[in-house]
């Protein structure tokens, strides 16, 4: 799991192949979500800015947001 700069967005992957976010506050709601089979994600990382997310796996890396 990733916490922002900030604090206010929470990331986390796991070895099922998702990568979850979730924006923390009065309101919490999960504001990225996303799927890639056969991906074993080990390892999660956010930019500053809060824009792009990496997951990366074994053999992969995936940047989204």
Known sequence: MLWSKDDRI?????????????????????IFEALRKNANFS?????????????VSNDKCLSEK
């Open 43 to 55: 390892c999660i990382a956010m930019t500053n800015d809060q824009k792009i997310i990496y997951g």
């Open 10 to 30: 929470l990331a986390s992957c796991g070895a099922d192949g998702m990568i979850y976010a979730w924006q923390i506050g009065s309101d919490q709601q999960r």
